[in-house]
């Protein structure tokens, strides 16, 4: 019998997200074509002895998760569950507070998943290296550049024995190649050393004395406070993929996560995929278009492009690299590139919407997505357009690298501005 518990974080948290996060919660933004987390979602599913996937964050159980869990549990026939924090407790504390609903059912291991990563989550091949050889904690780990690794918790292990020797979250100097990815696969007394961390956090607590301990006391870490303290002692192991891997930490990189999984549509789930018909819009590479969409037969869509429900798509408009989210609508012949188009927005036609990919070094097999700030010097760098909800861009109007807030009216063009 197997668990998984995903971890999604709350409204605190995501902020480089905004204004896409104001919303819907993070975890329910689609990335193509489908919320965030139901990727992670179908992967558990896929695993032989699934019987319970859990949700721990705390996010208020809005009409939003609540719907799509409900949905989720029909789709997949499991039990899935949302376990509310009663404040953020870090990525183990939420672990500790609600073990006893984990290890209900006496599961052999659980498979713990940070929400804001795209993967093929090799759970697997996972829990065969777990079987294998069974140890408390199982890291999924891949490779970074150099300079990247130094943005990521960084493993040193021992090649031969892929034993954890070494655990640094994001270090200020080079420590390895090897990082975390945020997928773990934990035996049942993985929790013992979460409770030492709770325990020594409430003897220190009481020594300063200080009221309400029990919301500091309750934050665990599991990168700083667990990974890093138990590295050597021969209960922390790597298991390595070369599969895909990505951060979710910014709008631009959940249009590369959309990218990735378009991608793999082409080996999970094909019929996701747009097919160029006659008669219909001119499809290039992989495009993903709800059924509910409506697309004018002279569009040219793609690659990499995800149209949403409801979304109404004029004759002529290209779309390329671009999420249009729900109900909105592109009027004729407007171009859209490098841009994630919120919900109910309108396009005026022959406006240009276009931002700029801040991509993956493509001559570096090791590189990975950066999720800079949006700021640097005070100054808006050029990144992705992002449109929030409602927005109304009129005709004829050039939006470059702008992230415009939801229900605003533009007049004029705008570039590398936040219009307000």
Avoid at 28 to 34: H, N, S, Y
């Amino acid at each position: 019998m197997l668990k998984a518990v995903i971890l999604i974080g709350g409204p605190q948290k995501g902020t480089r997200f905004r204004p896409l996060s104001f919303e819907v919660p993070k975890p329910l933004f689609p990335v193509a074509g489908v919320p965030m987390i139901q990727h992670h979602i179908e992967a558990c599913a896929q695993v032989p002895g699934m019987q319970e996937i859990l949700l721990i964050g705390f996010y208020q159980p809005d009409e939003a998760l609540t719907q799509f869990l409900e949905a989720a549990q029909q789709e997949f026939n499991l039990p899935i569950r949302y376990l509310q924090e009663f404040a953020p407790l870090g990525t183990g504390g939420g672990l500790y507070h609600f073990r006893d609903q984990i290890l209900a059912g006496g599961p052999e291991a659980f498979f713990v998943l940070n929400a804001d990563v795209c993967s093929d989550f090799p759970l697997s091949a996972m829990l065969d290296a777990h079987r294998c050889e069974r140890h408390p904690f199982l890291l999924l780990g891949t490779t970074a550049n150099r300079t990247q690794s130094l943005n990521y918790g960084c493993i040193v292990e021992n090649p031969q024995t892929h034993e954890v020797l070494h655990y640094v979250e994001k270090p200020s100097t080079f420590i390895s190649d090897i990082i975390n990815c945020g997928i773990y696969l934990f035996s049942p007394e993985a929790l013992k050393p979460l409770r030492d961390v709770f325990q020594r956090n409430q003897q220190d607590g009481q020594l300063e004395d200080s009221p309400g301990s029990w919301p500091g006391a309750g934050t665990i870490r599991l990168e700083q406070d667990v990974f890093s303290a138990l590295a050597g002692q021969g209960q922390i192991y790597v298991h390595l993929t070369d599969g895909i891997w990505s951060q979710i930490k910014s709008a631009g990189s959940a249009l590369y996560a959309s990218r990735l999984y378009l991608g793999r549509y082409q080996i999970t789930h094909p019929e996701r995929l747009a097919k160029h018909t006659s008669g219909g819009p001119r499809i290039r590479g992989n495009v993903y278009i709800h059924p509910t969409a409506k697309v004018a037969p002279s569009a040219v869509l793609g690659p990499n492009v995800s149209i949403g429900k409801g979304v109404t798509v004029g004759e002529g408009v290209r779309l390329r690299e671009s999420i249009v989210l729900h109900g909105a609508t592109l009027q004729e012949h407007t171009c859209i590139l490098h841009s994630i188009v919120g919900w109910g927005s309108t396009v005026g036609r022959w406006a240009r919407v276009e931002g700029t990919p801040n991509d993956p070094n493509p001559n570096d097999p090791r590189a990975r997505m950066d999720s800079e700030s949006l700021f640097r010097d005070g100054k808006l760098l050029p990144a992705i357009t992002i449109l929030g909800c409602r927005v109304r861009i009129p005709a004829e109007v050039l939006i470059l690298n702008s992230i415009v807030l939801p229900h605003k009216e533009l007049s004029r063009s705008f570039t590398n501005q936040i219009i307000l």
